[in-house]
């Protein structure tokens, strides 16, 4: 499995996206440090009206198939660790209409790696026979 550097990350926008800003690089725990990186933007988002939230999470899921089909064709596996984008969708959908307090982000940020990492029936389903871009992203908004 080939690692992408920074300076690629750097050079090319559609792979510094799904790579989550960079933080998909982490050798340790990349979709909990993905997940974690997309705090601070659902902090952003908290603020808005909930129609704005949920259109901008619709449309990041929606860009996130083909980041993470790009990501994946690019590097030559699929569903590559480092790929955060659908950590980052995920957590903006599972978060949507809460209120922002630390608390609630906590537990969402918990509730969510939790289903994310464990995969119960129907995720694992999804995570096996679907594949390319849509099947990276499927699993994580089922999570």
């Given at each position: 499995m080939r690692n992408p550097g920074i300076a690629e990350l750097a050079s090319d926008p559609r792979l510094l996206l799904a790579f989550g800003f960079g933080s998909g690089l982490s050798a340790i725990t990349p979709g909990t440090?993905?997940?974690l990186a997309a705090v601070p933007i659902y902090l952003l988002l908290?603020?808005?009206p909930l129609?704005?939230?949920?259109?901008?999470?619709?449309?990041?899921?929606?860009?996130?198939?083909?980041l993470c089909s790009y990501a994946s064709q690019r590097l030559g596996v699929h569903d590559h660790k480092g790929i955060v984008w659908d950590e980052f969708?995920?957590?903006?959908?599972?978060?949507?209409?809460?209120?922002?307090?630390?608390?609630n982000i906590v537990t969402g940020f918990v509730l969510f790696r939790?289903?994310?990492m464990l995969k119960p029936w129907?995720?694992?389903?999804?995570?096996?026979?679907?594949?390319g871009g849509f099947g990276i992203m499927f699993d994580d908004i089922l999570a």
């Amino acid at each position: 499995m080939r690692n992408p550097g920074i300076a690629e990350l750097a050079s090319d926008p559609r792979l510094l996206l799904a790579f989550g800003f960079g933080s998909g690089l982490s050798a340790i725990t990349p979709g909990t440090l993905g997940t974690l990186a997309a705090v601070p933007i659902y902090l952003l988002l908290a603020k808005t009206p909930l129609w704005l939230y949920a259109s901008l999470t619709l449309l990041s899921a929606v860009i996130g198939v083909h980041l993470c089909s790009y990501a994946s064709q690019r590097l030559g596996v699929h569903d590559h660790k480092g790929i955060v984008w659908d950590e980052f969708a995920g957590f903006w959908l599972a978060m949507l209409a809460v209120p922002p307090s630390w608390q609630n982000i906590v537990t969402g940020f918990v509730l969510f790696r939790f289903f994310d990492m464990l995969k119960p029936w129907p995720i694992s389903w999804v995570d096996k026979r679907i594949h390319g871009g849509f099947g990276i992203m499927f699993d994580d908004i089922l999570a």
